[in-house]
Nanobody, 127 residues
Framework: QLHVVESGGGLVQPGESLRLSCAVS????????LGWFRQAPGKEREGVAC????????NYADSVKDRVTVSRDGAENTMYLQMNSLKPEDTGIYYC????????????????????WGQGTLVNVSS
């Protein structure tokens, strides 16, 4: 059974950086994709970034691609999201999710069709 836990959220000022972590257990030996999504107050959930387990290929939403980096530690089944130059519009709950048998591609960020989700971690960018 897949189990996903996010951590690392908090209150930061505009321009600062933050690194989120996502620990996943119960992963199979087959390839899979890990993704970060976020939901701002009053808005729909949107894809931020994803990474493939097979080759580490990544994809990013256009709104963040110059400011965030997604990475993973395969040995620890952990994914990270390094966010720099944070803006107030980055505020929201950040979710980690897993899609089995898939690679990371832009469509995954758009259709958000994942197999397991974490509970989310709150990022608040405010002065």
């Amino acid at each position: 059974q897949l189990h996903v836990v996010e951590s690392g959220g908090g209150l930061v000022q505009p321009g600062e950086s933050l690194r989120l972590s996502c620990a996943v257990s119960g992963l199979p030996l087959e390839h899979y994709a890990l993704g970060w999504f976020r939901q701002a107050p009053g808005k729909e959930r949107e894809g931020v970034a994803c990474i493939s387990s097979s080759d580490g290929a990544t994809n990013y939403a256009d709104s963040v691609k110059d400011r965030v980096t997604v990475s993973r530690d395969g040995a620890e089944n952990t994914m990270y999201l390094q966010m720099n130059s944070l803006k107030p519009e980055d505020t929201g709950i950040y979710y980690c999710a897993v899609r089995l048998g898939f690679v990371c591609w832009r469509g995954l960020l758009v259709n958000k069709n994942m197999d397991a989700w974490g509970q989310g971690t709150l990022v608040n960018v405010s002065s």
